[in-house]
Each structure stands twice: as structure tokens, then as C-alpha cells.
């Protein structure tokens, strides 16, 4: 006879399950002594028809929990598969939005490797502020060049209204000015990556736990 209930209540039953089917294999005692002159075991202190039937029983409960796990658990994929939620960026099956929910939060099998937008926000952020740093550093180097060509053309104390000469140094400071080449607008795109991964994880949450807590599985 088969039996339904809400998937939350399947996936809390599974989780049950499995310290059930831990706890029983943990305890399970279907190996024993005997000396030939004692008729009861040595650490049991039973016959070995009571300790057979004990074991086969403690064998059988496991397995019949082994299949109820298997069966409810059969049951969740099976729903998982065909079930949709809905966000801002698309429909899902519940199974393809628990997978791209544990992607983003670098869980299951990805771990960090799978976390492909934070790391692609990552690396974007760190160029942009090296490229940043670099042409500091660069253009301020630049002004104390030019400083030293002003002073060497003018003199520290020379008050030369006539400041033609100067324009060589400014000219070499607009051709030789080192400027950040940011084609993408890196720090937009970082921005939108992170706000899209922040908002479709909220989302995937809250509808994965909306649809599991309205569906119906049957096992």
C-alpha cells in the first residue's frame, strides 16, 4: 500500500532515516561466541536460537528501513525532476535549482571551483584595482618627472612670465599619463554579478521551501 506526504515531510523522514538506519547498524549484534560446554552465548548470555532469531531481526529492521529510505528518497528525486519554481532569472525544476543553489553557495560537489560568478567578480575586482594601483603609482611618478624638467627649464626661483617652454613638459606628461583601460566597465559588471547571485539565491531558497512544503510525493 503506498503511501503520500509533503516532500518536507519526506525530506525530514529521510534525515530521520538515515540516524535510524546508523544508530541500528551501530548496535546490530549477529556475531557471537559460545563455549561448547555452556549452553548460552559468551557476550549475549543467550542460546543461539535466541541470539539467531535476535540477529535475523535486527538484520530484517534494518533493511525494511534501508528500503523506506530508498522508496521516500526515489519519491523526492522523482518530484524534484518535474517540479518548477519560478524566479526573476528563469524557471527551474526543483532538482536544477537545488543543484545552481549549492553551486552558488560553493556546497555539494562544486565546493569553491563551482562558485564561477563570485569568482569571476573576484578576479574582475582584483584587475581593476591592481590596474588602478598601477597607474597611481605610474602617473604619480610622472608628476615628479615633470616637477624635475619644470625646475630644470625654469629654475626654483624664476618667476619667467613667458611659459612656452613649459608646454614640452606638458606635453610629456599627456603622452606619457597612464590611464586604465576598463572596456566592460568592471566595476558595474561586478556589481550586477554579485546583486544577481544575492537576489537568485533568495529566491531559490524561498521557492524550493514553498514547493516542497505544497507538494505532494507518493511512495
Given at each position: 500500500m503506498s503511501e503520500k506526504m509533503l516532500v518536507t515531510q519526506a525530506l525530514d523522514e529521510r534525515d530521520l532515516l538515515v540516524k535510524k538506519i546508523g544508530d541500528k547498524i551501530q548496535k546490530i549484534?549477529?556475531?557471537?561466541?559460545?563455549?561448547?560446554?555452556?549452553?548460552?552465548?559468551?557476550?549475549?548470555?543467550?542460546?543461539?536460537?535466541?541470539?539467531?532469531?535476535?540477529?535475523?531481526?535486527?538484520?530484517?529492521?534494518?533493511?525494511?528501513?534501508?528500503?523506506?529510505?530508498?522508496?521516500?528518497?526515489?519519491?523526492?528525486?522523482a518530484s524534484n525532476a518535474v517540479s518548477v519554481v519560478k524566479t526573476s532569472y528563469g524557471e527551474f525544476t526543483v532538482a536544477g535549482a537545488i543543484a545552481l543553489r549549492n553551486r552558488i553557495k560553493e556546497g555539494g560537489i562544486y565546493q569553491e571551483s563551482g562558485a564561477f560568478e563570485k569568482r569571476l567578480a573576484?578576479?574582475?575586482?582584483?584587475?581593476?584595482?591592481?590596474?588602478?594601483?598601477?597607474?597611481?603609482?605610474?602617473?604619480?611618478?610622472?608628476?615628479?618627472?615633470?616637477?624635475?624638467?619644470?625646475?630644470?627649464?625654469?629654475?626654483?626661483?624664476?618667476?619667467?612670465?613667458?611659459?612656452?617652454?613649459?608646454?614640452v613638459v606638458d606635453a610629456y606628461i599627456?603622452?606619457?599619463?597612464?590611464?586604465?583601460?576598463?572596456?566592460?566597465?568592471?566595476?558595474?559588471?561586478?556589481?550586477?554579478?554579485?546583486?544577481?547571485?544575492?537576489?537568485?539565491?533568495?529566491?531559490?531558497?524561498?521557492q524550493i521551501k514553498v514547493s516542497n512544503a505544497t507538494t505532494m510525493v507518493e511512495f
Open positions: 549484534r549477529i556475531v557471537d561466541t559460545k563455549k561448547k560446554n555452556e549452553e548460552k552465548t559468551v557476550t549475549d548470555h543467550v542460546t543461539p536460537d535466541e541470539f539467531g532469531s535476535a540477529a535475523s531481526a535486527s538484520y530484517q529492521q534494518i533493511m525494511d528501513l534501508i528500503d523506506r529510505y530508498q522508496r521516500i528518497d526515489a519519491a523526492i528525486v573576484a578576479q574582475m575586482e582584483r584587475q581593476y584595482q591592481l590596474a588602478v594601483q598601477s597607474a597611481d603609482m605610474k602617473n604619480k611618478g610622472l608628476e615628479s618627472q615633470a616637477e624635475t624638467m619644470r625646475l630644470s627649464i625654469l629654475g626654483k626661483d624664476s618667476k619667467v612670465k613667458d611659459e612656452k617652454p613649459l608646454e599627456r603622452e606619457n599619463t597612464t590611464e586604465v583601460i576598463d572596456p566592460l566597465d568592471s566595476q558595474k559588471k561586478v556589481q550586477e554579478l554579485r546583486e544577481k547571485m544575492d537576489t537568485l539565491l533568495t529566491e531559490l531558497d524561498t
